[in-house]
């Protein structure tokens, strides 16, 4: 990573304006799921045992742009407190006097966490005079938020305008690396398992990643429009019409390079998709009309997770099958279990944001593989190959 870290300033005395990602789950007033808030544990302990005066802002929720008090970030901030043992002052808002009057008055290794970002919708727009007022908060800026730096918002990108020193934090520096290493100088072989519903979300990975891996293993509901651009039955399975031209392009293009396209050779299917529905295994190429193809079926799992535990570098990014259902979850508990096996015998595996990650979690496996990223989107954005603005506005080394 060509980008200076938290490692690299000096916070003693200093006002360290941090973005975190604190964007978690609520329940009757309180964190259901803190994975985020102890994901960026190691640079805030960072900060307090440096002497610094630790300054967090974050997003929750959509509350466009308007003070609904229902994504109030306190909830956050009383978990970290728990977190850390010891007080997070809660700031009345994310900018203006009286939050200036709040971290001025802040003494070395406190912290303070401002009131939701997207209270305005200056945030959101990147508004100069915005980023200007939180800017006025730090002295020096660290970003920690990986899973927000793929949008160009106030609190991401505008406030470097306007605080000379802007570094990543631990987490921050954390996903690049295993990302960043995954793509740049990879160990082979380099596989690629690519899921979800829709194609759309996934033509610029399977384009940028077609010259890079030697395998691109592909799941889910995506796999029926590259089967319908094969002119095969499928069914009343997911399929993006407009895409089909495209996964048949997609084909012929891995046809003709090094890397390997892999499609499910069967499926789970049922007649509908919802939990203890009868299911069935059929061939790709002997689906029926009534079928609607759920998960990835026996034999896919058997040759993905052969494949997978050959790879010495593995990313991960969406899942095999629709997996909140039982009747669905096997190809993607398969592709998990084949990761976890890759990671003990010295592969590297990357488990994109999102769906993955909730998949492997589910499966109690994120201790397991190397990395789970926090961010579905950004991690996305940066499997396309595209430049995450959050990550290109900080400090170079």
């Given amino acids: 990573m060509n980008k200076k870290t938290i490692d690299q300033v ?32 190691p640079t805030i302990k960072k900060i307090i045992a440096a002497g610094g005066k630790c300054i967090l802002m974050s997003h929750l929720g959509r509350p466009k742009g308007k003070r609904a008090m229902e994504f109030s970030l306190n909830p956050a901030a009383q978990r970290l407190s728990e977190l850390i043992n ?7 808002d994310c900018v203006g006097d009286e939050v200036e009057r709040v971290v001025n008055q ?106 890079k891996v030697d395998a691109i293993l592909i799941g889910g509901g995506m796999a029926y429009t590259f089967f319908k651009s094969m002119g095969e039955e499928i069914g009343n399975s997911i399929v ?18 090094k890397t390997k396209l892999v499609l499910p050779s069967d499926s789970r299917v049922a007649e509908e998709l919802k939990a203890g529905v009868k299911t069935e295994i059929r061939s790709n190429r002997e689906l029926r009309e009534n079928d609607t193809a759920g998960d990835i079926g026996p034999a896919a799992e058997k040759e993905y997770a052969e494949i997978i535990r050959k790879a010495k570098t593995i990313v991960w990014n969406g899942p095999m099958g629709v997996f909140e259902i039982a009747e669905f979850a096997h190809g993607t508990k398969a ?30 496996m994120e201790d397991k593989v190397s990395h789970v990223s926090t961010g579905g989107g950004a991690s996305l954005e940066f499997l396309e190959g595209k430049a995450l603005p959050g990550v290109v506005a900080l400090n170079d080394v």
Avoid: C, W
């Fill in 335 to 364: 592709v998990a279990e084949a990761l976890v096996e890759a990671t003990k015998a010295g592969a590297v595996s990357v488990v994109g944001g999102g769906d993955s990650a909730a998949a492997i979690k589910k499966f109690s």
């Fill in 106 to 211: 802040l003494k070395s290794s406190q912290v303070v966490m401002l009131e939701n970002l997207r209270f305005h919708p200056e945030e959101e727009k990147n508004d100069p005079a915005f980023s200007e007022q939180l800017a006025k908060l730090g002295d020096i800026y660290v970003n920690d938020a990986f899973g927000s730096a793929h949008r160009a918002h106030a609190s991401t990108e505008g406030v470097t305008k306007f605080l000379k020193i802007a570094v990543a934090g631990y987490l921050m520096k954390k996903e690049l690396d295993y990302l960043g290493q995954a793509l740049a100088n990879p160990a082979r072989p380099f596989v690629a398992v690519l899921g979800g519903s829709k194609i759309s979300g996934k033509i610029d990975v399977i384009e940028n990643l077609l010259d």
């Fill in 10 to 41: 000096d916070v003693k005395g200093k006002r360290v304006l941090v973005r975190v990602d604190f964007n978690v789950p609520l329940d009757e007033g309180k964190v259901a799921d803190d994975t985020r808030i102890r994901e960026s544990l």
């Fill in 86 to 92: 010891q007080p997070v002052l809660m700031a009345p």
């Fill in 240 to 257: 993006e019409l407009d895409k089909v031209d495209l996964a048949h392009s997609l084909i012929k293009r891995a046809a003709t390079g």
